[in-house]
């Protein structure tokens, strides 16, 4: 062994003798007196209630180290020892400094008041490193949900005098990524085009400076996902999945370019529907005949449910209180059918302890309560609550609504649970029209959907052209006496003074009105309208029937209208109808008596893939004189450019061809056909453009009053003309110019070829 090695043995085992020998005098410290050095604004007191030992007590090494760590745990120093000394303990601390200010430094398109709301970091409060970087990465998460995901914040201190820093964190907002192209694979039934429209992303448009849905949210992923989900199953594609969402970034980093992998399945139809039920005195036949399902339609969860709570409705009505329609499934890959029994189970006894709202911080408790069919002491039926979830969502006065159950005082109650969060309910409107015969008019509205937070609405309407203004104010109470019963208030004022006529109008009308459900898809709504209208400044060269009609004549009327509407609230995705019909009897008083009666029927479908929807709208209306007296100019029918196009409003119909003056002086019959079809026009999608064709044709004829006047023509002539049109989603709204060319007209027709609406919300 050589002398290096020999001395370095020895050199080791000295060492560890040294440390056999050390140890226990140092291993253990009798806790005498503590001092505190270094502390500035934390008291002694505080720092030794922090170390937890005793007067006396013999602390080890691992004890007074978990000491240090207690002490640090508090979060109010940034160093911490502790040393025997002077015959106990001393505690040697270096606080940790308090904020003075805050400030966000770099942040140009964000404003601070939209950033500080994630700083939780306050002046006076002690500085923590770890809460401000926390208060950055949320501030880049804000960023990143603007679509600015490769924003960047640093928190940096600025040391001040008394143990003071100022804290600020440096933004780099970097620039917005937008989604360049949105594309989807494995789609063979719909094109990419239509299945873009599905999602709430959109593709990066021409007005990509305004429009913020084009820019890329991690967030709005999932939402996409659960749309597409929807939009296939609803059209019978039961085994649809998202399989995988890609979004690549461009080498620039501001550009997505997202892909939805998708796998549609096979498309499934309604096979054998069936009845069962575990309550032996049930009548199924009375219950067969609720059902409005049948073999054949495509297979819809809708349909199916839909089915579900009318039999549910229809026990409950029948005193089969916990009754549960339970669909069973049976699949048939071979005929792509799906067999279904609906059986009638019954459920657990289970009650409605109560229903507790919170978040409603302006809508009343009551607003949301009766969204619920169920009430307190009411058996549970899950599929109900989840119907009132739904109805509370669409009532739009809540940017999130969340409805929970859990178990009550006993296992036989649940208590529900409704969290909402209260959103802006008011909007402001403007519109404008322009058209080669009234020229430009303007329209401004306000509304207000949760008037006072009583779930009741409220709008003021204002519409002024060259030569008609219009006025409204409409009041609406959606659940009147407690009931599901609309009350509505109108009142309105209206002038006229087009330039093609010898006379002006002026209306001033009061409408209360009720309205109520009668099915699942129809209403009926009847009033009472009281109005005073106002034939004034005929001319001298106008026809003696308008110079006969002159002066002001009170209406005093009632009426009801029916409305069927299965194209927003039926089970058929691509096709549905809506119905109205109403009648007026006036006559209860006032200067005038009438019946007057009109309909209109909507037929829509959507062909090839959805890429194209068809239209046809027919409508009708006849007035009929009662009393033995005339109808007059104001209470007659006129076609407008809407329902006549490339005619202008108030431009056919029966007039006095031996007046000067040959005004349009208005029917007692019109017929109107209207047949659309709207398509794309193969342009990029982002463009926001799509085009459409029609064909309308319309007749207005029938006088009562032509006495005397044999230049009179009121008989049927059809008008028809041929156009197309132009839609463009603007970022200000929907703009919609109209091309038209009468075919068949008289030759004392106003003619208008072109018109031009857009109107925008805020």
Known sequence: ???????????????????????????????????????????????????EFQPGQVASNDEINDAVQRVMRSGLFETADIRPGGGGLVVTVVERPTVNRINIEGNQRIDDEELLPFVTLSPRRVYSARQAEADANAIADFYSARARISASVTPRIIRRSDNRVDVVFEVSESRVVENERISFVGNRRFSDRRLRRVIDTKQASIFRQIISSDTF??????????????????????????????????????ATFLTFNVREGQKFAVGAVSLSSEFPDMNLGEYRRALRIRSGQVWSPNLIEEQIARLERLATRQGFDFARVDPRVTRNDRALTLDVEFAIVRGPRVFVQRIDIEGNQTTLDRVVRRQFDTVEGDPFNPREIRNAAE?????????????????????????????????????????????????????????????????????????????????????????????????????????????????????????????????????????????SEEILDVSMDASPILQAEEGTALKSAVGYSYTLDRIRGGLNPNRGVRLTFSQELAGLGGDTEFLRTRAQATFQRDVLNEEVTLRAIIEGGHIQKLGGGTTRVTDRFFLSSRQLRGFSSRGVGPRDTGATDADVLGGNTFASLRLEADFPLGLPEEYGISGGVFFDAASLWKLDNTAGIAVVDDGFELRTSVGFSIFWDTPIGPLRLNFAKPLSKNPLDDENTFDITISTQF
Not at 17 to 27: D, I, Q, S
Not at 30 to 47: H, K, L, M
């Open 1 to 51: 062994m050589t002398r290096a090695v020999f001395h370095a043995i020895r050199a080791v085992a000295c060492a560890i003798l040294c440390a056999g020998l050390l140890t226990p005098a140092l291993a253990q410290t009798r806790v005498g007196a503590i001092s505190v050095e270094g502390n500035q604004r934390i008291p002694d007191s505080t720092i030794i209630r922090l170390l």
């Open 217 to 254: 949210v991690p967030e709005r992923i999932g939402f996409d996902r659960q749309l597409l989900t929807d939009f296939y199953r609803s059209r019978g594609y039961i085994d649809f999945q998202v399989l995988d969402v890609s979004a690549q970034l461009s080498p620039e980093r501001d």
């Open 391 to 531: 109805r509370i969502r669409a009532l739009n006065f809540f940017s999130n609504v969340d409805v929970q159950t859990r178990e009550g005082n006993s296992s036989d109650q649940v208590v529900v649970d409704v969290a909402v969060e209260e959103q802006p309910t008011g909007s402001l409107t403007f519109g404008g029209s322009f058209s080669d015969d009234a020229g430009f008019a303007l329209a401004i509205g306000f509304s207000e959907r949760n008037f006072l937070g009583r779930g009741q609405s409220l709008s003021i309407d204002v519409q002024s052209g060259g030569e008609d203004k219009r006025g409204t104010l409409s009041f609406r109470e959606p659940a009147f006496l407690g009931r599901d019963l609309t009350l509505g208030l109108d009142l309105g004022f209206e002038t006229t003074d087009y330039d093609d006529t010898t006379y002006e109008t002026e209306t001033v009308r009061f409408r209360p009105s009720l309205e109520f459900p009668l099915a699942e898809f129809s209403r009926l709504q009847i009033y009472y309208e009281i109005a």
